[in-house]
């Protein structure tokens, strides 16, 4: 890396932009990781630093919904076991995988989840209408199963666990608006407020990353400097973020997770596709 005053300033001040992107929504690292490489950096050096400098970041971002979480302790620990599990796979894949066999994907995931979050609403009327339709259908025989009915309710099931590993499948391997993904599987699945879910983002992010992080740190030499001022700035950003994003409207943080993940999705298909 180039050290200068400008380098410096622009790492910071990109880790700063990027804790607060990763807060209200994700994706962050489609800024940060320009930077690095820009600033001398190999990419797959930029990778690893800029994976370990924005873990702080995550955890500070949920710290500031830390009143959104009250309540939520047991999913939150279920849900973090979860990804700990995936992004484990994810990171030892980056490891012995090559990277084309899963970067082909990535770009139409992404795609995929902002578009359900932008869907979100709609799907959740079309899906709340048809459990009306089983309830009345089939209310005897749900009546003897409340506790897994209410086990999908809170906690979501096996399909949202099963999401919810593959998401940190892919935070371990790449990243890239992983939180996305989990708003999109979160908001389809779970009868709750977005505000409480991207608290939860936030949590399941930052364990994902946190993985990453130590992985690479044991096994691949690190640029500290970066490193440790993207850890700054993204402690910085994490606050901003969980302040801005805390008093959005619903549909107004749902727009920037719309809109934030469509642009993601365009540059992955630029990078991967084209």
Known sequence: MTVSALTVALVLTSGVLAGIINTIVGSGTLLTFPVLVASGLPPVLANMSN???????????????????RGQLHRITLFGIVSLLGAIVGAVGLVILPASAFNAAVPALVLIASLLVMAQ?????????????????EGETRNGEQGRWRTVATEGGPLLWTGIFAAGVYGGYFGAAAGVVLLALFGLLLNENIQRLNGIKNICIGVINAVAAILFILIAPIAWLPALLLMAGSLLGGQIGARVARRMPPAVLRACVVAIGLTAATVLIVRYWL
């Open 51 to 69: 994976t370990v400098g924005l873990v702080a970041g995550n955890f500070s971002g949920a710290y500031g919904y830390r009143h959104e979480l």
């Open 121 to 137: 609403p709609w799907l959740k009327k079309r899906l709340s209408r048809s459990a009306g339709t089983v309830d009345r259908c």
